[in-house]
């Protein structure tokens, strides 16, 4: 009896389909038949070719429109989240950077831990730094912020700890940028492939050592304010803001829609974060009207 019941259990009911199509199996109740895995999106060649255009023309359209100049309009696309205030800032050449002297060490922090990861094979790396290189990363987060509320006191005039200074909210900033590609870039990875690299991002000391020589690299570059530095300074941090901003964008609609280990490829990655790069160039020019506007109706001079 037992037998007989764990068969009519596990056994289903075959239909042979007419005129000799395909059989259908049903089975029996309680028993469901799990779905096969979704299949990722396979982008056909010509949609990337269309986007490669796509973002060939906005960046030609970046540098030779008229109605102003390219530094100006960096300037716009990163006035949203920075101040910009002259006494803050560098000026290779005279002219000053789109981001202050902090932004700027951020995101060109960022952007060049972004292209170490990706130059070292760790760019797919799904795991956190190692728990040493999270302790010296919140250090040099820590760092940042107790020079920026120094700054903020002497500003308000306050009692503050020392004079600031634009090389040291660079330096500070600069490894608070690296914080953040450590552990925005492993994040964003465990929730976009099917298949993960379950390396970290920075596993220990001696990794995160080799970054080192880059970040004193940028250091210098942005410290000289030499005029032929200009264009790839503000490029680099500017790219860094986007690429940081876009990457916050996928993390948070991933999580949100539930869609998490989907891709198995940058092809099908591609036109994905291309949405994304555009939210994001969409979030930061109505950050930089709506503070023009603020500053209009408070009559306070713009920058």
């Not at 042979?16 to 028993?31: D, E, K, W």
């Not at 902090?102 to 190692?130: C, D, E, H, M």
Request: charged share 10%; net charge positive.
């Amino acid at each position: 009896m037992a037998i007989e019941q764990e068969e009519q259990r596990t056994s289903g009911i075959t239909q042979l389909a007419p005129n000799g199509g395909r059989s259908i199996y049903t089975p029996p109740p309680g028993v469901s038949i799990p779905h096969a895995p979704r299949r990722p999106f396979a982008p056909p060649r010509w949609l990337l070719i269309v986007l490669v255009v796509g973002y060939g023309v906005a960046i030609l359209a970046l540098v030779v429109a008229p109605g102003g100049t390219f530094i100006e309009r960096l300037r716009a696309l990163d006035g949203g989240i920075c101040a910009q205030l002259p006494s803050h800032s560098f000026f290779p050449g005279g002219q000053q950077l789109p981001l202050c002297s902090r932004n700027t060490g951020i995101y060109l922090g960022f952007a060049l831990t972004f292209l170490f990861l990706l130059g070292s094979g760790r760019i797919r790396a799904s795991k956190l730094p190692g728990r040493t290189v999270m302790v010296v990363l919140g250090l040099a987060v820590l760092a940042m912020a107790v020079d920026g509320f120094n700054s903020l006191f002497l500003d308000l005039h306050l009692p503050h700890l020392y004079q600031p200074h634009n090389l040291l909210r660079l330096a500070t900033g600069l490894g608070t940028g690296t914080a953040m590609a450590a552990f925005l870039v492993p994040v964003a990875n465990s929730l976009l492939w099917r298949e993960d690299d379950t390396r970290s991002s920075f596993g220990a000391l001696r990794a995160l050592a080799w970054m080192l020589p880059l970040l004193v690299a940028g250091w210098l570059a942005v410290g000289s304010q030499v005029s032929w530095l200009l264009y790839p300074i503000a490029i680099l941090s500017s790219a860094g803001l986007l690429m940081a901003l876009s990457l916050v964008n996928l993390t948070f609609a991933l999580g949100a829609t539930n869609v998490i280990g989907y891709f198995r490829s940058w092809r099908q990655v591609f036109p994905v974060f291309t949405i994304f790069i555009i939210l994001a160039v969409i979030e930061l020019m109505a950050l930089f009207y709506l503070k023009q506007t603020v500053l209009h109706l408070l009559g306070a001079p713009l920058p």
